[in-house]
């Protein structure tokens, strides 16, 4: 367990500060230490912190808390000299000069993460946010805060800055303490929590809560009814203990450590599960590590000989696990002194898992739910395992490399003027960011600011900045963002985005094009006043727009067009003859269906066509309608099309079949329905793509949060459909995937 030596404020005397802060390095190191010291010194003089603790008082507060965590020289050298730079502008050149890179960079980095207090307090201080639109920010902010720094050190000596600030205020109270200490529990806290280091973790939470809630903190210092030390030595006594007993039947090699319970951790038990006092079974605790899973029945059986156990109090998560498999026993026994002791009880397979696995104590602790995706959690559980094994490397050089090479550094973190902080891959541009803050804006960006200087949009960004869209008041994208080579795009949502955006235009353009083919039409037809939503239901249209777009594309049977307008028969050349519209080449003369593996009974090398209408595929069963000049038309057997003609003209229907090995390509309307939601067209997209399947046609329609989606496909052949029918009915929100 780490062990944090108490403030400066304890430490009257700076020399004995030294001492303390020199134990145990050798003589280089503690000359090197002294040195900086002495420079830091001479450079704060009297300056004071905002909060009006002296600079030096704080720098040594700092460096001892680091030396408490038993960090390296180079560590408590950076402590020692936090704020030269602020001071001096050259200050980091100095301390370069003087004690070396190392200690430099670390107070470079200490620098930089002060450049985000006044983001992390104001978004802290706003108390209009949206309390989940609030714990998704502050969520970000933690990782933008890992992420702005090379050596995560960095982080470590930002916390203990903290600690020594909110130990000042315990000593010198003023008001904005209770702002400090908010900013705090929800910041600062929850990394010391997930990077492990418990003891600043709790000393952190106790004097926040202590400055936020007053009388609850000394209402429950009381109902603890015994100091500090005295609850430690009663774990102590109990260690020894059942380390005792477990001699006794030959475990020996057992791990038993334990704290009492601190008072921000009591407290936040009593309100989540609404309990009194009374009630809270883990005020003082116990771990006990072993070996075997066999071991750890054998040490329950002996804690509850020792103690007497409290009904109801026991979970077995061994036979048991948890949902993200965290094993362990849990029990709570009556001590004789009447209070409980909650003991836990693991292998050390089982320990491993819980603190830096999937069921890491702080996820448990904070709620917090990521992607199994998101390596952020990897990058956690090996910080955590670098603060355990630098008391196990004997290079202390190799311990600093590991660190630097914990750097989290896939996400990069950028800010809006008004201070939120938007998390993107690496290589994220300008573009990019507008498209992430809103649709519109990325489709309206034309320039961009980044920390007040105009950039180009092709412009990588970089963790930490401050970025500003500069937009037009209408507008859309540039076909130049789609091109990959130019780098205007890092992102697939905003590809996407710009994408739909294009052919939403292009659908557009279509429909405008397709009204005046059809409003001409009309007119030479003198059919004024026709209802075009009946017209293009009596033509086979779900709605009028599906009309224009056929038009707009010559797909439409202007014969059969003018006969529906005119209300007459009409004629013998049906709708869904004409040749299939699919963006390639156009076929050699005299290539069709037939040349697809279509075998006409009792005719050969007939010219046959594939019908628009059912959009027939192998091995659906088929008949065939000859057409007057057009050869014939293959239609799906169930086509509704099929059953009027054949009604009307049963002489022209001809036997038709697949032949044994049909070949090509087939197009096929797919219909999706789904809940909308942003990214839903880019995952269906994303199945045709791996099924290698070409969509030659889209067109969607979204309203009051319902999406319907009409898709034409190319396939091979049935089996293909009914598996992309399948993959695309698992995309997260859709209802159903059905062939059209």
């Given at each position: 367990m780490v062990s944090v030596v108490h403030s400066v404020a304890a430490q009257s005397d700076f020399e004995q500060s030294l001492l303390t802060l020199t134990d145990g390095l050798p003589p280089g190191e503690t000359a090197f230490i002294r040195q900086a010291a002495d420079y830091a010194r001479d450079a704060y003089g009297d300056k004071t912190l905002g909060s009006g603790e002296g600079i030096l008082s704080h720098a040594l507060g700092m460096a001892l808390i680091i030396a408490g965590l038993r960090l390296d020289a180079t560590s408590r050298a950076a402590a020692l000299l936090f704020a030269v730079a602020t001071y001096d502008d050259k200050g980091l050149e100095s301390i370069s000069e003087r004690f070396g890179h190392g200690v430099a960079h670390l107070v470079g980095g200490i620098s930089r993460l002060n450049r985000l207090r006044p983001i992390t307090r104001g978004f802290v201080a706003d108390t209009t946010q949206n309390p989940q639109e609030m714990k998704?920010?502050?969520?970000?902010?933690?990782?933008?805060?890992?992420?702005?720094?090379?050596?995560?050190?960095?982080?470590?000596?930002?916390?203990?800055?903290?600690?020594?600030?909110?130990?000042?205020?315990?000593?010198?109270?003023?008001?904005?303490?209770?702002?400090?200490?908010?900013?705090?529990?929800?910041?600062?806290?929850?990394?010391?929590?997930?990077?492990?280091?418990?003891?600043?973790?709790?000393?952190?939470?106790?004097?926040?809560?202590?400055?936020?809630?007053?009388?609850?903190?000394?209402?429950?210092?009381?109902?603890?009814?015994?100091?500090?030390?005295?609850?430690?030595?009663?774990?102590?006594?109990?260690?020894?203990?059942?380390?005792?007993?477990?001699?006794?039947?030959?475990?020996?090699?057992?791990?038993?450590?334990?704290?009492?319970?601190?008072?921000?951790?009591?407290?936040?038990?009593?309100?989540?599960?609404?309990?009194?006092?009374?009630?809270?079974?883990?005020?003082?605790?116990?771990?006990?590590?072993?070996?075997?899973?066999?071991?750890?029945?054998?040490?329950?059986?002996?804690?509850?000989?020792?103690?007497?156990?409290?009904?109801?109090?026991?979970?077995?998560?061994?036979?048991?696990?948890?949902?993200?498999?965290?094993?362990?026993?849990?029990?709570?026994?009556?001590?004789?002194?009447?209070?409980?002791?909650?003991?836990?009880?693991?292998?050390?397979?089982?320990?491993?898992?819980?603190?830096?696995?999937?069921?890491?104590?702080?996820?448990?602790?904070?709620?917090?739910?990521?992607?199994?995706?998101?390596?952020?959690?990897?990058?956690?559980?090996?910080?955590?395992?670098?603060?355990?094994?630098?008391?196990?490397?004997?290079?202390?050089?190799?311990?600093?490399?590991?660190?630097?090479?914990?750097?989290?550094?896939?996400?990069?973190?950028?800010?809006?003027?008004?201070?939120?902080?938007?998390?993107?891959?690496?290589?994220?541009?300008?573009?990019?960011?507008?498209?992430?803050l809103h649709t519109d804006l990325g489709h309206r960006c034309r320039g961009a600011k980044v920390d007040g200087a105009l950039v180009p949009l092709d412009t990588a960004l970089k963790t930490g900045q401050r970025v500003e869209i500069v937009a037009a008041k209408q507008g859309g994208p540039s076909r130049d963002w789609l091109n990959p080579s130019l780098g205007y795009i890092a992102t697939k949502t905003a590809r996407t985005k710009a994408r739909a955006w294009f052919s939403n235009l292009a659908l557009e353009e279509s429909l405008a094009e397709g009204r005046g083919i059809v409003a001409k039409e009309i007119q030479r037809v003198g059919g004024g006043g026709t209802n075009l939503e009946e017209l293009a239901g009596k033509l086979g249209y779900a709605k009028a727009d599906d009309l224009y777009i056929a038009a707009a594309r010559n797909e439409l049977n202007l014969r059969l067009f003018q006969a529906a307008v005119r209300g007459t028969e009409p004629p013998v050349d049906e709708r869904g003859a004409e040749p299939i519209p699919v963006r390639r080449p156009k076929p050699a003369e005299g290539e069709g269906a037939g040349d697809r593996g279509i075998l006409i009974v009792g005719v050969d090398k007939l010219l046959t066509q594939l019908a628009r209408c059912c959009k027939p595929a192998p091995p659906d069963p088929i008949q065939g309608f000859v057409t007057r000049g057009k050869g014939v038309s293959i239609h799906r057997a169930d086509c509704h099309d099929f059953a009027n003609l054949q009604a009307l003209h049963p002489e022209r229907v001809i036997e038709t079949e697949w032949g044994g090995h049909p070949h090509g390509i087939f197009p096929v309307d797919i219909t999706v329905d789904a809940h909308d939601r942003q990214g839903l067209l880019r995952d269906i997209s994303d199945v045709f793509a791996r099924e290698k399947i070409n969509v030659i046609g889209v067109h969607t329609l979204s309203k009051q949060g319902q999406a319907h989606m009409g898709f034409t496909v190319e396939i091979l052949n049935l089996p293909q459909l009914t598996r992309t029918l399948k993959l695309i009915h698992d995309v997260q929100g859709v209802v159903g995937a059905r062939r059209g």
């Open positions: 998704a920010q502050v969520e970000v902010l933690r990782k933008m805060f890992l992420a702005m720094v090379e050596d995560i050190r960095v982080v470590l000596l930002r916390l203990a800055s903290r600690t020594q600030t909110l130990r000042y205020y315990a000593a010198e109270p003023d008001e904005l303490r209770v702002h400090v200490a908010r900013e705090t529990l929800e910041l600062y806290s929850p990394l010391a929590n997930r990077l492990g280091v418990w003891e600043l973790k709790w000393e952190l939470e106790d004097l926040s809560f202590r400055f936020i809630h007053p009388d609850t903190y000394k209402k429950i210092a009381k109902m603890l009814d015994e100091k500090r030390l005295e609850r430690e030595q009663f774990i102590i006594d109990a260690v020894a203990r059942v380390k005792s007993e477990l001699a006794t039947v030959g475990i020996t090699n057992a791990e038993i450590y334990g704290r009492p319970k601190h008072i921000y951790s009591i407290w936040n038990k009593m309100r989540k599960k609404g309990v009194d006092f009374s009630e809270v079974y883990d005020i003082r605790a116990l771990r006990v590590i072993v070996d075997e899973v066999k071991d750890c029945y054998t040490v329950l059986g002996i804690v509850h000989n020792i103690w007497t156990p409290i009904p109801k109090e026991f979970d077995d998560y061994i036979s048991n696990p948890k949902g993200n498999n965290y094993r362990s026993l849990h029990t709570a026994v009556r001590c004789p002194d009447g209070r409980s002791l909650e003991v836990q009880i693991r292998t050390w397979e089982m320990h491993r898992h819980a603190e830096l696995g999937v069921a890491a104590h702080w996820r448990y602790k904070e709620g917090t739910k990521h992607s199994s995706e998101d390596n952020y959690d990897d990058k956690i559980a090996w910080l955590r395992q670098l603060l355990t094994w630098k008391d196990e490397v004997s290079d202390s050089s190799d311990w600093v490399n590991h660190y630097k090479q914990a750097a989290l550094d896939e996400t990069i973190y950028v800010m809006t003027p008004q201070g939120k902080v938007v998390d993107l891959p690496q290589g994220a541009t300008p573009v990019d960011f507008a498209y992430r």
